[in-house]
Each structure stands twice: as C-alpha cells, then as structure tokens.
C-alpha cells in the first residue's frame, strides 16, 4: 500500500516528513521525496495495508497538505528502480528527476537540498519556501 501526493513546496513537504516521524504507529517502509521544478512529488510506501481509519485520517491530512498524484512513466520508473535497489545517483541520472531522498526522511535533508538550490540560483523560488 501507498500514498502519492504532489506538494507546492518545502514548507509543505517538511510539515508531511514531520507528521510521519511524529506517528511511530504508522507502518512506513519508505518515504521518496522528488522535487520538480512546478513542487514536490512525495511517495509513501506502507509495510502493509492500513485499517480504514487511520488510512482516512493519512489521508485526510496529506489532503490538507497537497493532492494526490498521478505520475508520469518516467517519475514511475524512477520509484519503481528506487524500489528495488538502485541507488539514487543511477536513478537521478537515468531518468532526471532529482531525488531529495529515499528511505527515512530527515528534515535536514530537504533543508539542505533547499539551501545549494537556493545558493546556485541566487534566489529562492517558490517550490523551495
């Protein structure tokens, strides 16, 4: 079981990898954070399938968060070599997309993704506030 969402920016995707860390009881195997030029594109993979209500409630508040997404074949390729033991350099250059992460999330590392991005370009965008 999974849950795909599109995010507008950082803020949001922070607030998303936050609530998981802060929900020991829900059965994450792995998050995958992607960003994209247009937002961030977050995938969340579960051990196994949840109960009815706490994936209404999941759902509920990534809902708040962003919109659920459906993703190109390339962005799927991307998940599905992530997936199955690909590391993250192959996959970023095989199908461009820039992984932010994969596996367990920390906060430092969206921030620090945001930061060189933000350096390189001399300003800050509005995917990465």
Known sequence: MEHLY???????????????HGKPEIPVSFVTV???ID???????FKYPLCDQMDGDIRAFFNELGI????????????W???AGQSAVDVMRRYQVA????GNPEKG????FRQQFVRGLGYCPETLA
């Open 34 to 36: 992607i960003h994209q």
């Open 68 to 79: 659920s997404y459906e993703p190109p074949m390339r962005v799927q390729m991307a998940f």
């Open 6 to 20: 599109y995010l507008a920016n950082a803020s949001l995707t922070l607030r998303l990898v936050q609530f998981l």
């Open 99 to 102: 992984i932010v992460s994969h």
């Open 81 to 83: 070599s992530l997936e």
């Open 109 to 112: 590392e969206i921030e620090a």
């Open 39 to 45: 937002g961030w594109v977050v995938r969340i993979k």
